[in-house]
């Protein structure tokens, strides 16, 4: 890169570990610490910039580790301290930084904060969770919901009042009012920066600045002063890297949270194109085509939003969601692979900084599960029961998990066709994907027109290419049905990335502002003239530099 100036965030290929899954050292069927030590290699290959390690801290797991019962401690399955420094220390030789996970909505109930705001109302913690007496009949304070079903409120005997938790009941919210609670949150991160942490992911942040009296959790009133307050306290003149989880972004308040003035957080993870994708009326746990052009505009808009100031985040998945060839490519034998290339070419040459998750870079699919046992997410057996309950049939739910459950992108990373997939040499703490014979690093690695070697030139052009990190998005034929065509502008330089996202042959007309002669990046081809026509194959990609 010749920008100095740059943060070296912008030029990162990021990559997501889900630590439970990702490579177990030890023989219990749990991924853990040791384990991604062992398999830093493939990263470095892959020419990752930075991990985002889902939590690692103790907890009950409640929600693998998004309940978290000390800040400052590892979970026993997943290691200890001194093995997360060794991995830093490791990751750090091989230029690539570790992110955590900032899981601070919430807690588990079992952190000490929560025991002694439950038992001690008058003491140092009573006000660090969120509590309220019963409403007037008795019942609930009012009827917020949890995102994981049922009533955001549980009544604890000891203290006689309910206490809020927008997630599962063993997840108390935090109270953000309390100023010594914020100071304790700024007070551990620095504790992680002291160690050599290279940034955060935020949790739900767009939670913190909720307003539960006026039912408001999303985007509430004192979100961005709290924010304000976190960088001020700990993230100002350091050159960590931070992204917000934030379901309630939008193009209209982005900018609050990474705007270049704003003091606040380096990007946020947004998800339009993610809810465009569900039934407006059944929401996730119901099958919806994605729709092309829909995508595309989402896309484009955002990338709008961010030509100028603030930053994307890329994604297609996380361990929240399907498996992105499986949602927005053909998993089928005859197409997974070139879908998967299509898909990353398309994601890693906007501008943004793009995140792999675990598992993507091989082209990993959806589970196809066939029964509720062999789900382990406390999301999809709440709604499970909740669903069934009201009707829906097993089949149908079990359609839909498949579909949409966090439980797709949790199976086992698949490694080599070994017993359990290389994962693990005990039993999985879930069942590993039946196609790990067929998917797996080891084969497609030893494939040099295979998933992997696609996803490492990527990551390898934005290092070095500054046309990729800043170059201005304009979008080319955007209802066409078929093709997600684009070009990348910066001074003289230019960038057109072509892809047929379907599984036919489709011949597309290149439009005038999509002509360039120059190198061609994945394929033989290095000039489209104006009007010509294109025969591109299915899922195809054409990618040239002029
Ligand atoms: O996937 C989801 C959208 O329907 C939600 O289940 C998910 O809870 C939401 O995306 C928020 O996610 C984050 O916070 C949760 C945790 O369970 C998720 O794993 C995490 O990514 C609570 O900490
Ligand atoms: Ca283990």
Known sequence: MTDTALPWWKAATAYQIYPRSFADSNGDGIGDIPGITARLDHLADLGVGFIWLSPVYRSPMADNGYDISDYRDIAPEFGTLADFDQM???????????????????????????????????????????????????GVPNDLQSFFGGPAWTWDEGRGQYYLHLFDRKQPDLNWDTAEMRAAVYEMMAWWFDRGVAGFRMDVIDLIGKDVDRGITADGPTLHERLQEMHQAVLKGSDVVTVGEAWSATPQNALLYCGRDRGELS?????????????????KWTRKAIDLPTLKRVFGKWQEVCAEDGWNSLFWG???????????????PKHRVASAKALATVLHLMKGTPYIYQGEEIGMTNARFTRI???????????????????????DFIAGAN???????????????SANAGFTSGEPWIEVNANYTEINAAADRADPEGVFARYRALAKLRKESDLVVLGRYEAVSEDHPQVWAYTRRLDDARLAVIANLSSESVDYIAPENLAITGTGLFGPRTRIAAGETLSLAPWETVVIQG
Request: no cysteine; proline share 5%; charged share 25%.
């Open 88 to 138: 830093l220390a490791e990751a750090k030789a091989r230029g690539i930084g570790v992110v955590m996970d900032l899981v601070v909505n919430h807690t588990s109930d079992e952190h000490a904060w929560f025991q002694s705001s439950r038992s001690d109302p008058e003491g140092p913690h009573g006000d660090w969770y969120v509590w309220r007496d019963a409403g007037p009949d008795g």
């Open 267 to 283: 990007m946020v993870f947004q998800f339009e194109h993610v809810v465009a994708g569900w039934d407006p009326a059944h929401g």
């Open 318 to 332: 996380n361990h929240d969601l399907p498996r992105a060839v499986s949602r927005y490519g053909d998993d089928s």
């Open 373 to 395: 046992d062999q789900y382990r997410d406390v999301e999809t057996l709440n709604f499970h029961r909740i669903q069934t309950g009201a009707g829906v049939t097993e089949a």
């Open 403 to 417: 579909a949409n459950g966090r439980d797709n992108a949790r199976t086992p990373m698949q490694w080599d066709d």
